[in-house]
């Protein structure tokens, strides 16, 4: 059971916030999905019952689905930039990987016959891409410049790893990373 409160609208909003609102909501609604449509999945031994995770860390895809594991994650910026019902038809698509993946076994295409199969029993209306979001925090991203110590060529990268310079690497060391050619931060770009 969740504990609730009055707002001051006298509505009933669970205590922790908007984000434990929507995390209550949607589980509530996974559940009841997976009572309704995945009795046969459940009655599986091995298939793990899915679990719910929002992120506020996603900003180029609105859902994840790991169906081995059975864990499932959301954008809670998708909901903000498109309501609680666009993201209720993402949980549904999510859970459609789910149920594919133990209905149909592990070789099956990501968004193949089996998955719209599924997704089609879920909601005639679950769609294969979700409209864009959160482009004021991809905007945001940081890039880097970077260059090979040996070749001086340039690379322009969104994430400072422990990348090397493909070239250099595929000449000298046979096409395995090499250290030598590890590519240095020239500058921050925008």
């Known amino acids: 059971m969740v504990n609730r409160s009055l707002n001051g609208e006298g509505y009933m909003l669970p205590l922790g916030g908007p984000e434990f609102w929507l995390q209550a909501e949607l589980q509530d609604a996974m559940d009841r999905l997976i009572k309704t449509h995945f009795r046969d999945v459940l009655a599986m031994p091995r298939a793990p019952y899915p679990t719910l995770e929002l992120s506020a860390r996603m900003t180029s895809s609105a859902g994840r ?11 809670t910026l998708y909901h903000r930039d498109h309501g609680l019902d666009e993201t209720l038809m993402v949980l549904k698509h ?17 968004h193949g016959r089996e ?15 979700c409209p864009p979001f959160a482009a004021k925090e991809r905007a945001q ?17 969104g994430r400072r790893d422990k990348v090397a310079c493909r070239s250099c690497c595929d000449t000298y060391a046979g096409g395995n990373y090499d250290r030598r050619f590890k590519l240095a931060v020239v500058s921050r770009g925008d």
């Open 65 to 75: 689905c790991y169906p081995d594991s059975g864990e499932i994650k959301l954008a």
């Open 115 to 129: 998955f719209r199969a599924v997704a089609h029993e879920l909601d005639p209306r679950i769609t294969i891409y």
């Open 141 to 157: 991203r940081k890039t880097w410049k970077m260059q090979c110590p040996r070749c001086r060529k340039h690379y322009t990268r």
């Open 94 to 110: 999510e859970l459609a990987h789910w149920g594919a993946r133990w209905r149909y076994g592990r070789r099956i295409a990501p």
